[in-house]
């Protein structure tokens, strides 16, 4: 499968964006997917994950309350929704797939496609 994310771009602290991870292929209902975020000179810190159907959605501790992630099997896209946000939110954003459609993991090892990244800026 391959992966598109979009949606990034500078914002206040205090506002929101909408990003956006459109998959290729017929077979999107089969993944969970997950976000993750990169800081310059940061390790990639995990966001978000939802299982295939949306039933199950899991979250990283530092967005928990203001982000929110949802998809749409009919459009084979998956969202992150980020309200509130901050400074240290600044980072490169990937969506990724795993072919443990019933997960949510939060470990980037366990996913097998990755996005290419949108840049999402938050000044204060």
């Known amino acids: 499968v391959q992966l598109q994310a979009s949606g990034g771009g500078l914002v206040q602290a205090g506002g929101s964006l909408r990003l956006s991870c459109a998959a290729s292929?017929?077979?999107?209902?089969?993944?969970?997917m997950g976000w993750f975020r990169q800081a310059p000179g940061k390790e990639r810190e995990f966001v978000a994950a939802?299982?295939?159907?949306?039933?199950?959605?899991k979250y990283g501790d530092s967005v928990k309350g203001r982000f929110t992630i949802s998809r749409d099997n009919a459009k084979n896209t998956v969202y992150l929704q980020m309200n509130s946000l901050k400074p240290e939110d600044t980072a490169v954003y990937y969506c990724a797939a795993d072919k443990a459609y019933w997960g949510t993991t939060n470990l980037a090892y366990d996913y097998d496609y990755w996005g290419q990244g949108t840049q999402v800026t938050v000044s204060s």
């Open positions: 292929g017929r077979t999107f209902s089969s993944y969970a």
């Open positions: 939802i299982n295939w159907n949306g039933g199950s959605t």
